[in-house]
């Protein structure tokens, strides 16, 4: 028996058939439309125990569906959500009869206590017309307690938040595979929030309760990490004096995540091909086959493809941990969500550091939004947190961010304009290469090429710079003796 009949409507069609497909699988009858007068056909012709719509479609809006709806049936229950809400739209959502309001990305356990409670308070279709036409007979704003929202679903502000469309293509890529057991690859740049992506991935499963596992795969030498990962019996080298469980075991019913994955060794990739295909191992010395109960997600801001095709990651593996790929852009290239990044980092780091800063100057902002951050949502957060510990006053003002930050614009702003001549056209990452070399050795130089405190200015760690140097072709000068 149908647990409810839905009208769900959404013009992203991958977001429209993954989340119809799930609600069929759990009980739910869906009917599933992209566009607004299709949607407004299909209540004039069916029942539905609840409509769940976007407010943005391709030809309307879910306000035109949710007034139709109410004319048509003021009993039944209507759902909107969006991924550009703020908490006005909520209100207005509230105050024109929507039952709920919900932010995209869908969150599962939210939508489906939305519809769970909508379904619970429609009338049952055998019962006939006549709940519904008593409900018709109530002037809106005057409809029983039973039918009205229960809450106002507001909007938070966090790291995971964007405005730029590839970025909410990510997360409802995200919504879709979270509470599933499928392996997923995380690349982007360093600071680009991997590690926080897996946690939310995990924190979204229905191995939430179990516990979530971090390695850092570059940070550990090969005979370490394999330890680290599967463990060890006793005897099984020098330093093993007694039986040991590796991350694996740990990890067990909940999620493992293997950061800088590309630094793994040849033997090594070996083993986690093993892990990821059979989901079984054995600890280092022992004999006994261990089932590995465990989701597994791997970042790396390696280019898999190219250690690839140089032989210097199998391909085997490669196809293998390929399967959801989320490949997160740097901040650089969406500067749009810098503004409300910068306002979250500031009201956070401000009360955990017992600080009165209210807000940003705009030449302060202006700086923020125009430097390039190599070390993207990482640095803009040690910008900030500085800013907040050295400023003087509520405001943070240019004076109190790092050379770097400050010099950079300066030196935008100092330049002498000069006719250009016209270029063969640049890829993103060839235009960006000059400004990231002159910011890198401006910052050298201002740390008398002290690795170690550039990469701590630059927010980046010193691997990092070591391989953009190198990438960059920038090398120490050399000191000529005069003898």
């Not at 989340?19 to 012709?45: C, M, N, P, Y």
């Not at 295909?277 to 261990?290: H, S, Y």
Request: charged share 25%; glycine share 6%; hydrophobic share 40%.
């Amino acid at each position: 028996m149908s647990k409810g009949s839905i009208l769900l409507v959404d013009d992203d069609l991958h977001v429209l058939k993954s989340t119809a497909s799930w609600l069929k699988e759990i009980g739910f009858t869906v009917t599933e439309v992209a566009k607004l007068s299709t949607a407004q056909d299909a209540i004039h012709r069916s029942r539905f125990d609840v409509v769940v719509s976007d407010i943005r479609l391709e030809d309307g809006e879910g306000f035109e569906l949710l007034a139709e709806s109410q004319k048509l049936d003021y009993a039944l229950p209507v759902i909107l959500f969006t991924g550009y809400g703020t908490l006005d739209t909520a209100v207005e959502a509230i105050r024109q009869g929507a039952f709920d309001f919900l932010s995209k990305p869908l969150m599962d356990d939210e939508l489906l206590s939305a519809i769970e409670r909508a379904v619970a308070l429609s009338p049952p279709q055998q019962a006939g017309d006549q709940a519904r036409h008593q409900a018709n007979q109530q002037l809106p704003g005057q409809n029983s307690e039973s039918v009205k929202p229960q809450r106002i679903k507001g909007i938070e502000t966090d790291t995971l938040q964007s405005r730029d469309p590839e970025m909410q293509n990510i997360f409802e890529v995200i919504e879709t595979i979270a509470d599933t057991k499928t392996t997923v690859l995380i690349t982007g740049e360093s600071g680009t929030g991997k590690s926080r992506i897996a946690r939310e991935i995990h924190q979204r499963s229905s191995r939430c309760n179990g516990p979530f596992i971090e390695v850092a795969c570059g940070a550990l030498p090969e005979t370490l990490l394999e330890s680290e990962l599967f463990g060890h019996v006793r005897g099984a080298f020098t330093d093993a004096h007694a039986d040991k469980d590796g991350k694996f075991h740990q990890a067990e019913g909940g999620t493992i995540f293997l950061d800088e994955i590309a630094t793994a060794s040849p033997a090594m990739q070996v083993k986690l091909l093993r892990v990821l295909q059979e989901f079984q191992f054995e600890k280092i010395g022992g004999t006994q086959t261990f089932n590995a109960d465990t989701r597994v997600i791997l970042a790396t801001n390696e280019n898999l493809n190219d250690l690839v095709a140089k032989g210097q990651f199998r391909e085997d593996l490669f196809y293998r941990i390929n399967v959801i790929h989320l490949e997160f852009p740097p901040l650089r290239a969406r500067a749009a969500d810098i503004p409300f990044l910068a306002d979250f980092f500031l009201e956070k780091l401000g009360e955990e550091l017992g600080k009165s800063v209210d807000r940003f100057s705009p030449e302060a902002m202006h700086h923020l939004e125009t430097h390039p951050l190599p070390g993207n949502i990482r640095e803009l957060q040690n910008i900030i947190e500085r800013a907040i510990l050295l400023g003087k006053s509520t405001e943070i003002q240019v004076d109190d961010f790092p050379e770097a930050v400050v010099h950079t614009q300066s030196a935008v702003a100092g330049s002498p304009r000069v006719a250009t001549v016209p270029t063969l056209p640049q890829t993103l990452k060839e235009a960006l290469e000059g400004p990231e070399r002159s910011i890198i050795l401006n910052v050298l130089n201002g740390n008398n090429w002290n690795r170690n405190e550039t990469a701590d200015t630059l927010g980046i760690n010193r691997t990092t710079l070591y391989k953009k140097m190198k990438k960059l072709g920038l090398e120490e000068p050399r000191v000529v003796s005069c003898l």
